[in-house]
């Protein structure tokens, strides 16, 4: 049986000011090349089990092992260089062009500057933004869709195993969100090992991206299964409600239509 990419092993996290647990007894194990979306209403713990895989914050006990190994036990820089992050806010570099923003890292990494420049036209590519037309151009000169797909290249620019997303589309239009969306799914299908962990709040996101669908509530895993599987049976009452505001709108539009 192949190891897990990523694996939880009873992790809790506890905010000294929170007046709940962030995190309880999370256990979980993510493969290599699966697309895993996390799904959950605010403040269930989603962006925070996100950043404790790349140890943005910190567990308070279980053990996190990435490629088998325990995260605390791997130097933090090493171990987020094979991690891209991409979030809603993007914070690309004002001062860089976008070919400096996607170069920050292979830079760090010592590549020489023609595999740098190589790489900047080819994750562009990824991303459908022409190198030719956008290399040059400073983050003020993209429009929020834009600098959202930069923010992808750039943190795809390194190759990195796992690719950890928080709410990478939350601020853009429905149309450009869509397409995104699907631009997404296409580059992870071009890779059989690259493993993406999206977090959102959209349950047609969630249920349209991801291979297997996490389902959080108040800092626990309700459900972590095939969309489909969890659609046929849904494991708690509040993700019976949560298929049923789906139902609730599919309805709407048909008495609409
Ligand atoms: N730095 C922090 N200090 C104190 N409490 C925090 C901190 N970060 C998160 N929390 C608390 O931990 C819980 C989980 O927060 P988290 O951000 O993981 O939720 P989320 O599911 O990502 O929510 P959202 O969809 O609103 O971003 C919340 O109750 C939140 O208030």
């Given at each position: ?58 567990a308070d006990s279980g053990t ?39 170069a920050v890292v292979p830079e ?140 609730q709108q599919s309805r709407l ?5």
């Amino acid at each position: 049986m192949q190891a897990p990419m990523i694996q939880f092993d009873h992790v809790n996290k506890n905010f000294p000011q929170g007046k709940t647990q962030a995190v309880r007894d999370l256990s979980f194990d993510i493969f290599s090349g699966e697309f895993i979306t996390v799904l959950g209403t605010s403040g269930s713990g989603k962006t925070t089990t996100l950043k404790m895989i790349n140890r943005l914050i910190e567990a308070d006990s279980g053990t996190i092992r990435f490629n088998g190994q325990d995260i605390k036990s791997q130097d933090v820089t090493d171990l987020r260089r094979q991690m891209g992050y991409v979030v809603q806010e993007v914070g690309l570099f004002p001062h860089l062009t976008v070919a400096g923003n996607i170069a920050v890292v292979p830079e760090l990494l010592g590549w020489s500057k023609g595999q740098i420049k190589a790489r900047v036209d080819q994750v562009l590519d990824l991303v459908h933004l022409p190198a030719a037309d956008y290399r040059d151009r400073y983050p003020k000169e993209l429009s929020g869709g834009q600098q959202q797909r930069v923010g992808v290249a750039r943190a795809l620019a390194a190759n990195p195993k796992v690719m950890l997303l928080d709410e990478p589309f939350g601020a853009i239009d429905a149309i450009t969100r869509s397409s995104m969306q699907t631009e997404l799914k296409e580059i992870q299908q071009q890779f059989d090992d690259k493993t993406f962990v999206l977090v959102t709040h959209d349950i047609m996101e969630a249920f349209t991206l991801g291979d297997r669908v996490m389902i959080m509530d108040q800092g626990q895993l309700c459900q972590f299964d095939r969309p489909q599987a969890i659609i046929q049976a849904p494991a708690t009452p509040f993700v019976a409600a949560l298929m049923d505001t789906v139902k609730q709108q599919s309805r709407l539009w048909s008495e609409l239509s």
